[in-house]
C-alpha cells in the first residue's frame, strides 16, 4: 500500500515486488512468476504425496512451462521432468537436469527424439505407439543400454473438460486403446517389447485430460487400468510394476478462489489404487504423477500497457499491448481469466455509463483476439499497466510471433527481488534465419 495525497492507492505486489515497477524496469507485456508460489507447490506435492505415500514419483509437465530456470528449480525441488520434444529435452540438459529423472512422452515421435533421448540416458520412455519399440530397440542396443519403457494406454475415459484437452477416450490420438484381447495393439505391443533385448517393460501410462476438477475423472481411469493389469498379468504374465497416472489437476482463473490442495487428487487416486489391486489380487504399482498446470499456472501474471481505450454503444474495448500472441489460450479454450490495474488494485470496478460490458483485448489483427471478454476491472487509460492472473501455464510455451510480435521477457519474482529468466526476443530475433 502507498499513500498519496490523502487518496489511499493500493499497487499490486508480487513476490514481494511492485508491478507498476517491473512494468517499468521490463517493459511490457512481461511474464511474471513468483518462484516462492513454484515451490510451495513443490513442496504441497512433496508433503502430500511423495511423502505420504510410499513408493511414488512426481514428473513434472514441462509442456506447461519450460525454460532453463524453471527446469532448475525444478531439479532444486527434487521432482522429476517430463519432456515431449527434441527442444524441451535439449532445455532440461542444458539446464543441468539430471538425465534419470527425466521422462520422454509424445505421440508421434521422430528418430531423433528417440535416439536423443535414449542416449542421453532418460529414465522411461512412454511408448505412444507400438513402432517406437522398435526404434528404441535400436539406439539402446547402439548405446548399449537397457531403456526402461512404459506403455500409454487410452483407459476410453470422456473426462469433464475442454474436448480439445481431453486425452482418455478411445478414439484418442494419444496412447493404445485399454484392450487386452488377443491381437490387440496394447497385447502386440507388450509382446514384441518382451522379445527386444535393450527394452525394459516397466509399466502403464494414461493421462485422460487437462483442467480436471473431477475426481471420478481419475478413478474410472484406475478402475479401468487396473482391470486391465489384471487381465495382461493372467493372459501374457505382463507385470506393471510402475503406473504413470498423468497430471491434470485444474487450476483456478480467479485469485480470490484458493485452488484446489493436491491431496484432493492424490488421496482419491491412491485409495482407488490402493483398495483396487487389493480387490484384484494386484501388487501396488509405483505411481506416477506428471501434473504441469497445477504447479504453475497461479504463479504466474501477465503485465500489459494500455494502448487505448474504445467505448462503443455495447461494449467499452481495453486494447492492451500483447494478446492472442502470448496467450492463444482464450482463442483456443475460450479461457477465462481475471485482470486488475497495477496501481489500483483495491479500486471500484468501471461500468460504463451506456451499461455496455467491458472486454480486454489484444493488438493482433483478429477479432478473436480476446483476452477478457467481459472484464470486471478499474478505469484505465492509455499507458496504465494491467495484470493478467493465473496465466502461468500453457501462455509462454504457446506463444507464437503472430504478427510478428516479439515474445516477452519472462521475470522470477521472490523475496522483493526481480531477475530475468527469458531476454525478451528483439527485432533482429524476428528476422533470424531468414534470407533475402
Ligand atoms: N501428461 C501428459 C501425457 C499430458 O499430455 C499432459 C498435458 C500433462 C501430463 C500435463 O497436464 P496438466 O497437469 O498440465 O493438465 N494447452 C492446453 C493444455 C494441453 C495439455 C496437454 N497435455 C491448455 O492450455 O489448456
Not at 76 to 99: K, M, N, W
Not at 304 to 312: A, F
Not at 384 to 399: C, E, H, K, Q, R
Amino acid at each position: 500500500m502507498t499513500k498519496k495525497g490523502c487518496i489511499k492507492i493500493s499497487h499490486l505486489t508480487w513476490g514481494g515486488v511492485d508491478c507498476q515497477e517491473l512494468a517499468q524496469r521490463f517493459g511490457t507485456p512481461l511474464y511474471v512468476f513468483d518462484a516462492g508460489i513454484i515451490r510451495s507447490r513443490c513442496r504441497e506435492l512433496r508433503e502430500t504425496f511423495l511423502e505420504r505415500w510410499p513408493n511414488t514419483r512426481v514428473r513434472y509437465a514441462g509442456k506447461a512451462f519450460l525454460i532453463r530456470a524453471m527446469a532448475k528449480l525444478i531439479q532444486d525441488e527434487g521432482l522429476g521432468l517430463d519432456v515431449v520434444s527434441l527442444g524441451e529435452l535439449h532445455t532440461a540438459l542444458s539446464a543441468g537436469f539430471p538425465p534419470e529423472r527425466i521422462e520422454m512422452n509424445g505421440n508421434a515421435k521422430s528418430r531423433a527424439e528417440i535416439e536423443a533421448a535414449v542416449k542421453s540416458g532418460v529414465g522411461r520412455i512412454i511408448v505412444d505407439h507400438p513402432d517406437e519399440i522398435r526404434t528404441i530397440d535400436e539406439f539402446a542396443g547402439q548405446a548399449g543400454i537397457v531403456q526402461k519403457v512404459m506403455i500409454r494406454v487410452a483407459p476410453g475415459v470422456d473426462a469433464h473438460t475442454h474436448k480439445y484437452i481431453a486425452t482418455g477416450s478411445t478414439d484418442s490420438k494419444f496412447g493404445v486403446p485399454a484392450d487386452s484381447r488377443e491381437g490387440s495393439m496394447l497385447t502386440e505391443a507388450i509382446k514384441f517389447a518382451r522379445e527386444c533385448e535393450h527394452v525394459d517393460r516397466r509399466g502403464l501410462h494414461f493421462h485422460v485430460g487437462s483442467q480436471l476438477f473431477d475426481t471420478d475423472d481419475y478413478t474410472k481411469s484406475i478402475d479401468v487400468i487396473l482391470r486391465l493389469m489384471k487381465d495382461l498379468k493372467a493372459s501374457l504374465n505382463f507385470t506393471t510394476y510402475e503406473l504413470n497416472m498423468g497430471g491434470g489437476f485444474g487450476a483456478v482463473i480467479n485469485p480470490a478462489i484458493p485452488a484446489m490442495k493436491s491431496e484432493y487428487y492424490t488421496d482419491a487416486m491412491m485409495k482407488a489404487l490402493i483398495d483396487g489391486c487389493k480387490s484384484y489380487g494386484l501388487e501396488v504399482p509405483r505411481a506416477i504423477l506428471e501434473p504441469g498446470r497445477w504447479i504453475i499456472s497461479e504463479s504466474g501474471i501477465t503485465l500489459y500497457t494500455v494502448e487505448n481505450v474504445r467505448e462503443l454503444p455495447e461494449v467499452t474495448y481495453i486494447a492492451v499491448d500483447g494478446g492472442m500472441a502470448d496467450n492463444p489460450r482464450v482463442a483456443l479454450y475460450q479461457a477465462e481469466y481475471n485482470a486488475v490495474k497495477v496501481d489500483d488494485a483495491d479500486g471500484e470496478i468501471y461500468h460504463p455509463s451506456n451499461g455496455g460490458k467491458v472486454s480486454i483485448v489484444g493488438k493482433c489483427c483478429e477479432s478473436g483476439d480476446i483476452l477478457i471478454d467481459d472484464a470486471e476491472i478499474q478505469a484505465v487509460k492509455a499507458g496504465d499497466v494491467i495484470a493478467l492472473y493465473n496465466t502461468g501455464a500453457y501462455t509462454f510455451s504457446m506463444s507464437s510471433n503472430y504478427n510478428c510480435l516479439m515474445r516477452p521477457a519472462v521475470v522470477f519474482v521472490e523475496d522483493g527481488k526481480a531477475r530475468v529468466v527469458a531476454e525478451r526476443q528483439t527485432l533482429d530475433d524476428i528476422v533470424r534465419g531468414q534470407v533475402l
